[in-house]
């Protein structure tokens, strides 16, 4: 028989020896999912047993994940902000450094809350809904918000989502191209819009370029194009209502353009930008 803690030393080795990174790790989520258990439980128990059939469940796990495929597809979950999401290759994976959009997110809404303002928020190219439920979960007074993304099929995932938190009466789901489903001026624009350049692909890691989907990454030669675009319809649509802030996910080398195509749509607006745990600029604000 297979013991948990000779299940672990052979994945953990399995998936080294094909150069993964955090293999330990891995390993512990993946069995971790097929057990049913938390990892602390893994580290409890090392001379536990499991049977034949979770063995081979576990092993065959760790093939995919050894030939590159996401631990979050394979167990078909992501933790974010401290929620658990459902994922699958029709959506982006949630990454930590957007919990950074999220907390600036709540910070913007409490002031508004505070001032005896309900504001109305909208995140856009929302894929597994991960932002907007997640405000939705964090700050309860929000009485509804909107995400828009352009692929219907990103859509089932968010709508699968909103149903797990019980926010699907609040989060309207609209599919369409950046504003166009929506329906009224807003408070707050969320986004996390394709930043990756083609001309980057290169530097991807091989499991987020082979098997995450392309239209969520990449946007243009330098990952610019459709932000640019955003910009332009947000300034031109007049979705910002006065007193407005709009937060946005960008790539480590998009400060510069960024600001001074902004600067010229919105003249008077406070532009600020925001690092990363890892010291790239990646969140920009804009107070209308």
């Given at each position: 028989m297979t013991t948990i803690g000779d299940a672990l030393e052979r994945g953990a080795r399995v998936l080294t020896d094909a150069g993964q990174q955090s293999t330990r790790l891995d390993?512990?989520?993946?069995?971790?999912?097929?057990?049913?258990?938390?990892?602390?439980?893994?580290?409890?128990?090392?001379?536990?047993?499991i049977t034949p059939e979770q063995a081979q469940q576990f092993f065959t796990l760790i093939e995919q994940r050894?030939?590159?495929?996401?631990?979050?597809?394979?167990?078909?979950?992501?933790?974010?902000?401290?929620?658990?999401?459902?994922?699958?290759?029709?959506?982006?994976?949630?990454?930590?450094?957007?919990?950074?959009?999220?907390?600036?997110?709540?910070?913007?809404?409490?002031?508004?809350?505070?001032?005896?303002?309900?504001p109305l928020v909208a995140d856009i190219g929302t894929g597994s809904g991960a932002i907007p439920i997640t405000l939705a979960v964090e700050e309860p007074r929000l009485s509804y918000l909107y995400a828009s993304d352009l692929s219907p099929e990103a859509l089932q995932v968010a709508y699968l989502n909103c149903?797990?938190?019980?926010?699907?009466?609040?989060?309207?789901?609209l599919q369409g191209d950046l504003l166009a489903p929506l329906p009224?001026?807003?408070?707050?624009?969320?986004?996390?819009?394709?930043?990756?350049?083609?001309?980057?692909?290169?530097?991807?890691?091989?499991?987020?370029?082979?098997?995450?989907?392309?239209?969520?990454?990449?946007?243009?030669p330098?990952?610019?194009?459709?932000?640019?675009?955003?910009?332009?319809?947000?300034?031109?649509?007049?979705?910002?209502?006065?007193?407005?802030?709009?937060?946005?996910?960008?790539?480590y080398q998009q400060r510069e353009p960024l600001a001074s195509v902004l600067h010229k749509l919105w003249p008077q607006a406070a532009v600020t930008f925001q690092k990363d745990y890892s010291g790239w600029d990646r969140l920009l604000q804009v107070a209308i």
């Amino acid at each position: 028989m297979t013991t948990i803690g000779d299940a672990l030393e052979r994945g953990a080795r399995v998936l080294t020896d094909a150069g993964q990174q955090s293999t330990r790790l891995d390993a512990q989520v993946l069995l971790g999912y097929v057990l049913g258990v938390e990892r602390s439980t893994l580290y409890a128990y090392p001379e536990r047993e499991i049977t034949p059939e979770q063995a081979q469940q576990f092993f065959t796990l760790i093939e995919q994940r050894r030939h590159g495929e996401p631990v979050a597809y394979l167990t078909g979950h992501k933790e974010f902000y401290g929620l658990d999401f459902l994922v699958d290759k029709r959506v982006l994976i949630p990454r930590p450094e957007t919990e950074l959009l999220v907390e600036s997110a709540l910070s913007v809404i409490r002031r508004k809350l505070v001032d005896g303002q309900m504001p109305l928020v909208a995140d856009i190219g929302t894929g597994s809904g991960a932002i907007p439920i997640t405000l939705a979960v964090e700050e309860p007074r929000l009485s509804y918000l909107y995400a828009s993304d352009l692929s219907p099929e990103a859509l089932q995932v968010a709508y699968l989502n909103c149903q797990l938190h019980h926010v699907e009466t609040r989060v309207r789901l609209l599919q369409g191209d950046l504003l166009a489903p929506l329906p009224e001026p807003v408070d707050l624009l969320t986004a996390n819009l394709p930043y990756v350049g083609t001309e980057e692909m290169d530097l991807l890691a091989p499991d987020v370029r082979t098997y995450e989907p392309h239209l969520a990454l990449f946007s243009g030669p330098h990952g610019l194009d459709l932000l640019l675009r955003f910009c332009k319809e947000v300034q031109e649509s007049g979705t910002l209502k006065e007193g407005a802030v709009m937060l946005l996910e960008i790539g480590y080398q998009q400060r510069e353009p960024l600001a001074s195509v902004l600067h010229k749509l919105w003249p008077q607006a406070a532009v600020t930008f925001q690092k990363d745990y890892s010291g790239w600029d990646r969140l920009l604000q804009v107070a209308i």
